[in-house]
């Protein structure tokens, strides 16, 4: 790992994402939180071509993808903004207690999850031809999605205050706000009132939603 200082890191840093991904989107609004908008660049990135050198910055051809000044690549979204926090200092999205910071992050991965399931039934629509779609692989991510957002429901993220589980959900559920891959706010409410609690409370992270701006 760099061993840059937040300071040496002024400006220096490059987000390599679409404006649309929702995991992407998950990085710029924590540095929004953290007062970090301004310490990287964002450059697109296109995770279908080949010529693309997010390839060599993450050999896994997936985004979003930190690149610091020396070169150094850190991936995924939940690492890149557990790092912004390391250099941001006291003001964290993540709690301080043990107990406490476990359950943050199984609240991350549970809507992280969500996010997952529904980008494998876009891209199932998206990259297979309509006969060879797969009814049993879209169930089982559609009932991934169902069964977490119930999960979630149960107790979700206070809107007052930003976390990192907040964040995570409200990018999955723009996500599927977006791409509709199901149905999903006459079966959870809650949530439904959730986000617009979210988004009403923090409208300048509601703003980084580009799903306007491309597919």
């Known amino acids: 790992m760099s061993s840059l200082t937040a300071r040496d890191l002024h400006d220096k840093m490059v987000l390599r994402t679409s404006l649309t991904s929702p995991f992407g989107r998950k990085v710029r609004m924590a540095s929004i939180v953290l007062g970090l908008g301004d310490r990287f660049d964002i450059e697109h990135a296109s995770t279908m071509d080949a010529d693309d050198t997010v390839r060599t910055q993450n050999p896994l051809g997936k985004i979003p993808c930190l690149v610091l000044v020396d070169g150094t690549a850190i991936y995924d979204s939940r690492t890149i903004i557990e790092y912004l926090c390391d250099i941001a200092g006291p003001n964290s999205l993540f709690p301080s207690s043990t ?99 979210f988004n009403e409370h923090h409208p300048e992270l509601a703003a980084t939603d580009n799903s306007r701006d491309g597919e």
């Open 99 to 197: 107990t406490a910071l476990a359950v943050e992050r199984t609240q991350i991965v549970l809507a992280d999850g969500v996010a997952d399931a529904a980008l494998l039934m876009v891209y199932e629509g998206r990259f297979r031809e309509a006969g060879h779609h797969s009814p049993r692989w879209m169930q089982h991510q559609r009932e991934k999605i169902m069964r977490g957002l119930a999960t979630i429901e149960a107790q979700p993220p206070r809107t007052e205050r930003v976390t990192a589980a907040g964040i995570s959900l409200a990018c999955a559920l723009g996500y599927l706000d977006w791409r509709r891959p199901v149905e999903w706010r006459d079966d959870f409410p809650g949530l439904a009132a959730w986000l617009a609690s």
